[in-house]
């Protein structure tokens, strides 16, 4: 293979726990990857991460969209990403991130002073309410099997 798959791995609001699959992933995985893939994007792997999104072919996107700020970051990484790939449950359907989705009035009343310090949007969206999403992989965390499909076909 002459030119590395350029992946970027973003997370917005969840636990992470895809994340952390990804990475413990990389224990086994990482030596064959290295030939293949470029890292363009992974704050769990890098020490410094730049403000700017580069070009990728593939951008892993975990976690439900709560802020503006957010929704600006995904859509920017939709623009600069050839195919988009929604990672978790939270990305995918917004649970469990969204819950406050469906909290009664005096819950809403009790959080407006968070919502409003942290600038949060009224309501939690998942990933394809903002932007085009191309596969998923389902789970919370992530299914491994399905995953590593994924890298599979994008990898050949």
């Known amino acids: 293979m002459d030119k590395k798959l350029r992946i970027g791995w973003?997370?917005?609001?969840c636990c992470e726990d895809?994340?952390?699959i990804f990475t413990?992933?990389?224990n086994t995985h990482y030596r064959d990857w290295l030939k293949k893939i470029e890292f363009v994007h992974a704050r769990?792997?890098?020490k410094k991460n730049t403000k700017e999104i580069k070009e990728m072919d593939v951008a892993f996107v975990e976690g439900a969209i709560?802020?503006?700020?957010?929704?600006?970051?995904?859509?920017?990484?939709?623009?600069?990403?050839k195919i988009l790939v929604a990672i978790g449950s939270c990305a995918i359907n917004g649970s469990p991130s969204n819950q406050r989705n469906f909290f009664n009035q005096a819950n809403i009343?009790?959080?407006?002073?968070?919502l409003e310090r942290f600038k949060y949007k009224e309501k939690v969206?998942?990933?394809s309410e903002v932007v085009k999403v191309d596969e998923i992989v389902p789970g919370c965390p992530m299914n491994e099997t399905i995953f590593l499909d994924l890298m599979k076909k994008y990898l050949i």
């Open 125 to 127: 969206l998942k990933v």
């Open 109 to 114: 009343e009790e959080i407006k002073p968070i």
């Open 44 to 46: 769990v792997l890098m």
């Open 24 to 26: 413990e992933l990389l």
């Open 10 to 13: 973003f997370s917005f609001t």
């Open 66 to 81: 709560s802020s503006d700020g957010q929704e600006a970051k995904l859509k920017k990484i939709r623009e600069k990403a």
């Open 18 to 20: 895809s994340t952390i």
